[in-house]
């Protein structure tokens, strides 16, 4: 569930992000991976909680499982995100790793799509500006 006191930011259209496919932005100042895992989309902090590696530049995995010995099944194709710095692997889902998830996560937010009702023209937010004294002031 999203806050009421969460505040939405437009990333992309959904035709920026192809299946397979991620995008890094900068939202409110973070860097985050949006992700589309076969039509779900996902988002993570680009920050590797080991060692602060560029996470979202890894490659998204599946999972190796075995129920037995000799016999083992690939799942979640592309569910699991692997930082390039020292292979740490985090559920794109949920943001929990793989190899701890009670204690090592990392961040993950909330994604919506929503449906274009009709074309719009994007625009930037922009704010008030005042100069007091030599100094700018920006207004929210």
């Not at 969460?6 to 992700?35: E, W």
């Not at 799509?113 to 719009?120: A, C, K, Q």
């Amino acid at each position: 569930m999203v806050s009421s006191m969460a505040r939405r930011h437009l990333v992309a259209q959904v035709a920026d992000i192809p299946p397979g496919h991620r995008l890094i932005v900068d939202v409110a100042g973070r860097s985050i991976g949006v992700f589309n895992v076969a039509g779900a989309y996902f988002a993570v902090r680009n920050s590797c909680p080991h060692q602060g590696g560029p996470l979202c530049l890894g490659p998204t995995v599946g999972l190796a499982t075995s129920s037995r010995p000799g016999e083992i099944a690939y799942t979640r194709e592309g569910e699991i995100l692997r930082c390039p710095w020292h292979g740490w692997e985090f559920d794109l889902a949920t943001g929990r790793s793989v190899f701890d998830p009670a204690r090592t996560h990392v961040r993950s937010y909330p994604v919506e799509i929503v449906p274009d009702s009709e074309p719009r023209e994007l625009q930037a937010e922009t704010y008030p500006v005042e100069i007091d004294r030599g100094q700018v002031v920006v207004i929210l």
